[in-house]
């Protein structure tokens, strides 16, 4: 009897232990305010895991098919890009962009430019691009390429056909490249000046790449362009204390430049640094640069390449603000310092109308300040730059066209989708290239822009409000008040 007494209590005992039971609400607290933030990562997935598991009969031998899940209400992607802007002074530019969801093919582009500023000076430039990714993983971009110019006296015909490819790492054998890129480009080139003609085509050819050994990287530039040929080379080291450090060597047939690089920075506050670099480089001047620049010009010899030794900067820079209540938004302060053998220059040519390229070494100081102000929908842009630059084989003369001061201030209200911008941009003491003093620059510009949709802006602007004398050469038409209109549109 005692037996079965103890039985039924026993199992009572459990009937009652199994019932739900209401506990009170539990809070847990601590005095640390020092959150780690854990970083998570999806690994992938092996079925390795499936022999090492003690469960693998419930684990599925292979992960089910991910079906696609649109989400109601997203905006698509745009896939096409069209830019037209119409100017008063007889401009016209438009281009046309096209980036297909496909494997193969990253994007498509037409792009022209029309001008006819005054009577018989008329220039069209037309260009098609395309970007391809192949299936070796390499990167393929195709440039077509057509200006055709008439001036005073001037025709001008150019046209060029040039292949990029680039590939981020190639191995071979026991051998690493990294940022391997090639170009070949084939150029032709016909103007006539008054009396003068020249006709020109050439075959050009670049080769960008960095081996990769052990203990530094060596890159190596070799252009071939339009006759003339160009090597650059640099060695770069990991050495305590700098980001980059490495030797340069330049040679372009006639010098031979030693130069060191460099990259230090120095993390100074908050989302702000203190850096100071010299990046030697080496800059080839297609023909096409300076038809791009000045439409209007005769490029009487072969275009030569620029070498760079010295390309120094002391830089000072904060533009994230601490607080979305600083009325300082950012500021940088700079001073570049650069030596440039065989850099493009203008003079006049046999055409009182008609300018021509020439070379010559040019150092240039310049000190920039550059200040972001604002809040809510107000912004205000100051910039302000202090320009010394100087024609070396000419007892140190100043270069023309480069204006000693520039201040630039820019105004902008947005209200969506209205924006509306004011801008002034001033420069003074600056020489022609006759070493003239010529009149100080005063452009006023004011804009107003209307947001269409989210990937769509038409806008309004009237530059040069003052019809202030803004000129790329004293013979070249000047750029006077002019109203323009245009629209972006992304769809």
């Not at 022209?112 to 691009?129: C, D, E, Q, V």
Request: aromatic content about 14%; proline content about 5%.
């Amino acid at each position: 009897m005692k037996k079965l007494i103890l039985f039924l209590l026993l199992c009572v005992a459990a009937i009652l232990s199994a019932q739900i039971q209401v506990l009170p609400d539990i809070e847990v607290s601590g005095e640390s305010r020092v959150k780690i933030f854990l970083y998570k990562k999806a690994l992938p997935y092996s079925k390795d895991s499936l022999l090492r598991d003690s469960l693998r009969l419930y684990l599925p031998e292979s992960l089910p098919v991910r079906s696609s899940v649109s989400v109601p209400g997203a905006d698509p992607v745009p896939h096409q890009y069209i830019f037209a802007e119409a100017n008063s002074r007889l401009k016209l530019d438009a281009e046309y962009k096209y980036s297909p969801d496909h494997e193969s093919i990253s994007s498509l582009a037409l792009a022209m430019s029309l001008y006819a500023p005054k009577g018989n000076f008329i220039s069209n430039h037309f260009r098609g691009s395309g970007n391809f990714h192949m299936i070796s993983d390499e990167d393929v971009a195709l440039d077509l390429i057509f200006f055709n110019t008439e001036g005073k006296n001037m025709n001008s015909e150019y046209s060029a056909a040039e292949l990029y490819t680039f590939k981020d790492r190639f191995s071979f054998k026991h051998f690493d490249l990294k940022q391997v890129s090639h170009a070949i480009a084939i150029d032709l080139l016909d103007q006539r000046n008054k009396a003068l003609e020249r006709e020109h085509s050439s075959v050009n050819f670049t080769h960008r790449s960095i081996l990769d050994f052990k203990d530094f990287d060596w890159g190596n530039r070799i252009h071939f362009h339009a006759g003339r040929s160009s090597w650059h080379s640099f060695a770069e080291f990991d050495v305590p204390a700098f980001d980059k450090a490495s030797m340069h060597l330049m040679y372009d047939g006639h010098h031979f430049i030693p130069a060191p690089g460099f990259n230090w920075r120095y993390i100074t506050d908050y989302d702000q640094q203190f850096s100071i670099v010299n990046a030697p480089a080496v800059q080839i001047n297609p023909y096409a640069n300076s038809l791009r620049d000045y439409r209007w010009v005769y490029l009487p010899a072969k275009p030569k390449h620029t070498l760079i030794p010295l390309n120094f900067c002391i830089r000072l820079e904060d533009f994230l603000p601490v607080s979305k209540e600083s009325f300082l938004r950012g500021f940088a302060i700079a001073n570049d310092s650069q030596y440039r053998i065989n850099d493009v220059l203008m003079t006049d040519s046999n055409n009182p109308f008609i300018p021509k390229t020439y070379y010559d070494d040019v150092f240039t100081n310049t000190s920039t300040i550059q200040a972001s102000f604002g809040h809510g929908r107000v912004s205000f842009d100051q910039d302000l730059a202090l320009s010394l630059a100087y024609l070396a084989n000419q007892d140190w003369h100043r270069k023309p066209y480069n204006p000693i001061l520039q201040t630039t201030s820019s105004f902008c209200y947005n209200t969506y989708p209205y924006t509306f911008k004011a801008s002034l941009d001033q420069q003074y003491f600056m020489v022609d290239h006759m070493n003239q003093d010529m009149k100080e620059v005063f452009d006023l510009s004011f804009e107003g822009a209307y947001e269409l949709e989210r990937f769509s802006k038409v806008y309004l602007r009237c530059a040069n409000v003052l019809n202030s004398n803004i000129r790329q050469f004293n013979s070249l038409p000047r750029q006077g008040v002019s109203i323009q209109a245009g629209i972006y549109h992304r769809f």
